[in-house]
């Protein structure tokens, strides 16, 4: 499935952000939807993910929502801090399967002190 990650931008310390993840091509129902992260120098890291059946995991501040009916995939951030400051990517899993197979191209959050 083809996704497009969209809603980064600047923001403050202490802010709170929406990051936005189109599906056009999916049907949420048939995948699990997760969101990482990747810092300057470090490794890709988990962020959250969920299913639309309930399935629930999320680091932190962090919400993950999803809307099927828009095929539209959600990761609320609250209470920012400048570590969050990252390139944040939306990823797709067929359900069964536990890698993540389908990648964004990435959004940047940068949050300042």
């Known amino acids: 499935v083809q996704l497009q990650a969209s809603g980064g931008g600047l923001v403050q310390a202490g802010d709170s952000l929406t990051l936005s993840c189109a599906a056009p091509?999916?049907?949420?129902?048939?995948?699990?939807m997760g969101w990482f992260r990747q810092a300057p120098g470090k490794e890709r890291e988990f962020v959250a993910a969920?299913?639309?059946s309930g399935s629930n995991s999320v680091k932190g501040r962090f919400t993950i929502s999803l809307d099927n009916a828009k095929k539209m995939v959600y990761l609320q951030m609250n209470s920012l801090k400048p570590e969050d400051t990252a390139i944040y990517y939306c990823?797709?899993?067929?359900?069964?399967?536990?890698?993540?197979?389908?990648w964004g191209q990435g959004t940047q959050v940068t949050v300042s002190s």
């Open positions: 091509g999916g049907t949420l129902g048939s995948y699990g």
């Open positions: 969920r299913t639309l």
């Open positions: 990823a797709a899993r067929q359900l069964g399967v536990t890698s993540y197979e389908d």
